[in-house]
């Protein structure tokens, strides 16, 4: 489906899009190595030499994680990150080519400068439906998206949203401990899947390896991640719910 710029980047629903941010307290944080293995299995599963992991406030987006662009500052002015705009959306937004086609809501000028030249960012959905940020992987050279890839990279990014519900949860409840275990556990999972990219691009001599069969069992990797998560999250409710109860 062809992308449809959208009129402004401020969303109808930005108060309450705020308010979720907000609520997770996770913005203008300090790095988590966490969100750093996310970054860099998703350069590394496209076979990119960037990826961003962005949270966008009323005015800035700020990176959580960064992996392959140590120029880049903490923060850009939201009408310079085409993550302003990827935001936004329910899917993957996809640029295959910067020079052929941009983006009209942000700045063209900071990707030139940066000599970046495609672009993929799935959004971070949270349980109440809001974006909060996105999850990107950019490259120096044109590179087409597959409709596969799309749904990979939402996947990734879905994990990273659940991700950020258990530490918010866990770090509510005051169990900073449970959510270094979570951490472990989950990066555990995540250098598996690192472990499996790798071996996928030497059998391919580094090739695009997004056939069906090579896709579902990447997926059945972050699928692994996803049920994990889940449990984490499952068992902090029931001790929330628990520690609510009178007497």
């Known amino acids: 489906m062809a992308y449809v710029q959208p009129a402004s980047l401020i969303p109808d629903n930005e108060l309450d899009r705020l308010r979720t941010l907000y609520q997770y307290q996770i913005l203008n944080t300090t790095p988590e190595r966490i969100f750093d293995d996310y970054v860099a299995l998703a350069a590394q599963l496209f076979n990119l030499p960037i990826s961003l992991l962005s949270l966008v406030d009323a005015e800035e987006v700020y990176f959580k994680a960064n992996s392959g662009m140590d120029c880049l500052p903490a923060t850009l002015p939201r009408a310079d990150s085409l993550c302003s705009a990827a935001v936004l959306e329910e899917a993957t937004m996809v640029f295959p080519d910067l020079t052929q ?132 999250l499952g068992e902090a409710q029931r001790l929330g719910a628990t520690s609510q109860q009178p007497g």
């Not at 939402?154 to 949860?169: K, N, P, Q, Y």
């Not at 472990?184 to 690192?194: G, P, R, Y």
């Open 101 to 232: 086609e941009r983006c009209n809501l942000v700045n063209p000028a900071v990707a030139e400068s940066a000599g970046l030249r495609s672009y993929a960012g799935a959004p971070l959905r949270m349980p109440n439906g809001h974006n909060i940020g996105t999850l990107c992987v950019i490259g120096r050279e044109a590179r087409e998206v597959t409709p596969g890839e799309e749904a990979l990279l939402l996947h990734l990014a879905d994990l990273v949203s659940l991700t950020i519900e258990v530490r918010s949860v866990l770090l509510a409840q005051g169990q900073p401990e449970k959510w270094r275990e979570a951490q472990v556990q989950l990066q555990t999972h995540l250098l598996d899947a690192s472990t499996l990219a790798r071996y996928l691009a030497a059998r391919t001599n580094g090739a695009a390896f997004f056939n069906e069969d090579v896709q579902q069992t990447v997926v059945r990797r972050l699928d692994d991640i996803g049920l994990m998560l889940r449990r984490h």
